[in-house]
C-alpha cells in the first residue's frame, strides 16, 4: 500500500537575519554623510515591528532604502514587510513602523488550496492555523504543487518545510 507524503507551507521572517539587517543598516546611516547628522535610528520593537525615525520625509526614505537593500542581502523577502503611513515626531522630524508578515493569513492560505485544488492534481491541501499542510501520494506531484506556488503571488514570501515520505 502506497502511503501518504506531505509539506508544509509556511511564510516566515527569520528575526536573527533581520537584526543583523539593522545592524548593518544602522552602521551605513552613522556612516553616510548625507544622514550623519539627520537623527536617524532604526530599531526592532518587540518581535514583529521595525521602528525607523529620521529628521525629515526625504531622509527617512533613504533610511528605508538602506534597510530593504540590506534586509535583501539577508535573505529576508520585502514581501513580508508591510509599511505602515509616516507619522509626525517630535520636534519636526518623521517617524513610521514596519511591520513584519508572519505565518500566512487566511486570504493567502484560501488562495493556496484554491490553486491546488484547480490544478487537478491528486492532492489534498489543508489549512492549518497559519500554515497550509499538502498531503499527496505521488512525491511527484508534490514537487508540481511547489511549482505552481513558486510562481503564484499570494502577497508574502513562502517557504517549504516539514517534508516528510512515510
Known sequence: MASDNSFDVVSKVEIQEVKNAIDQASKEV???FDLKDSKSSIELQGQDVIQLASQDEY??????????QKL???GVSLKNIEYEKIEPAAGSSVRQKIKLKQGINSDAAKKIVALIKDSKLKAQA???????????KDRDILQQIMGKLRGGDF???LQFTNYRSN
Not at 126 to 136: E, F
Open 30 to 32: 552613522h556612516a553616510r
Open 59 to 68: 531622509k527617512l526614505k533613504a533610511v528605508i532604502e538602506i534597510l530593504s
Open 72 to 74: 535583501v542581502k539577508r
Open 126 to 136: 489543508s489549512i492549518q492555523g497559519d500554515t497550509v499542510r499538502v498531503v499527496s
Open 155 to 157: 502577497g508574502v514570501e
